[in-house]
């Protein structure tokens, strides 16, 4: 596997017809690409917005890095990939705990990446659909933290 910047980000609202069955939240991974899909009704626009526009700060300042192997499963891994490598997932909190105006807020430290999410923007089977992807991805070392 070859470490590559992350050259495109992009989180999409979708008619859920665009998406698997059933599904609130779906994953287009190619090298040095993501596009995640969410249904319609399961994330508001305006957190759609803010969340496209931190995830553009940290992959312009390559603060993430993509692991890729085109041979591999990206959603079922080989077994001897490492585990535990960091820690990412996505949070509800309450609006006051919230910066003023926004919808979500990272919250990055050593080996582990937190998005907080205001109550009410993203439902909780998108929040567990993709915390399923990050757990994946990042847990097993397909997304690395670089320092800058």
Known sequence: MSLV???????EIRPAKDLPPGKAYHLIEREGELIGWFAEGHLSELCCEQLNAFHAEFFNQM???QNWDPEIDRLRPPDDLPTGVAEARYVFVTEEA??????????????EFIWQIRDGEMSEQARQELNAYLEILIGRGLFVQQKP
Not at 99 to 111: I, K, Q, S, W, Y
């Open 5 to 11: 910047p992350i050259e495109r980000f992009l989180y």
């Open 63 to 65: 603060m993430w890095l």
């Open 98 to 111: 919230m910066p003023r105006g926004r919808t979500c807020n990272p919250v990055e430290a050593e080996r």
